[in-house]
């Protein structure tokens, strides 16, 4: 899972590298392809449920677009704009799945501070697994997050799941909710932590192509995501290029030493 983990960290890092104002969200795809050949990896995208299968090998979904955004020719990132990107990768079987939100040039403050919002919510909720606590504990600190930074909205029914030999997997876990419900946490459990935020209500709407899901009010929205491993000994963020160790250790969390060494 490492494995994918590190090749689902290049790609994103090589979308985020591309992205300007003239750029196509379907160029941005042919990036993410290309790290996965050169990982040998292969998508857990493309050909996803259905019908329609999905298309592409990322999701794009640019300003009020929340998770889920088919790549387009037409879909042509312009100046201030959000881009959520969405990638996951399989090495011999282990998934790997993760999620950033990148600004397109200079971004209005609103802008910036609802995707600052979402990515330290991402990594409060990762902080919030401790072997003995429950799933719900990961959600309670994402809401908790969220409500600190200001008047956003926290997508309604969507959020992080378990992940492993399949890409989607239980639990489920919410963004929000009281904590001390659901599984309680375990050593070995793989688990992806996916908080989904807006500027405004949190009611969303699947659009025609049945996939694309956007906010309700059109307000903008950004979306963060993290493949975590709890080990006996600590966390191991798996799509972090450093394991997680810069956030964790900013929050008082071990990293495992698996991780650190």
Not at 66 to 86: C, E, K, N, R
Not at 121 to 147: F, K, P
Not at 200 to 211: A, F, I, K, T, Y
């Amino acid at each position: 899972m490492r494995r994918a983990g590190l090749a689902v960290a290049a790609g994103l890092a090589a979308m985020r590298a591309a992205v300007r104002p003239g750029i196509s969200t379907l160029e941005l795809d042919a990036i993410a392809r290309d790290v996965l050949a050169e990982h040998g990896a292969t998508s857990n995208f493309l050909g996803y449920a259905g019908p329609p299968p999905f298309p592409g090998v990322i999701c794009a979904s640019r300003n009020d677009r929340i998770v889920h955004g088919i790549p387009s020719s037409d879909d042509v990132l312009g100046p201030g704009d959000l881009i959520s990107l969405d990638f996951g990768a399989i090495v011999d079987g282990w998934h790997g799945d993760a999620a950033i939100t990148v600004e397109v040039g200079p971004a209005t403050a609103a802008a910036r501070e609802l995707n600052e919002a979402c990515r330290r919510s991402l990594w409060d909720g990762i902080a919030a697994i401790r072997i003995g606590g429950r799933v719900s504990d990961i959600g309670h600190a994402v809401e908790q997050s969220v409500r600190a930074a200001g008047r956003f909205g926290i997508v309604d029914g969507y959020g992080g799941h378990g992940i492993g030999r399949q890409m989607h997997m239980e639990p489920h876990i919410l963004n929000y909710g009281p904590p001390g419900h659901g599984p309680k946490l375990e050593a070995g459990m793989t688990l992806a932590v996916e908080p989904m935020i807006t500027g405004g209500r949190p009611d969303s709407v699947e659009l025609g192509d049945q996939w694309t899901v956007a906010t309700q009010d059109g307000s903008w929205a950004a979306h963060w995501e993290h493949t975590v491993a709890v080990l006996p000994d600590g966390l191991w963020v798996l799509t972090a290029e450093d394991g997680g160790q810069a956030e964790l250790t900013a929050r008082g969390v071990a990293l495992s030493a698996v991780a650190a060494g």
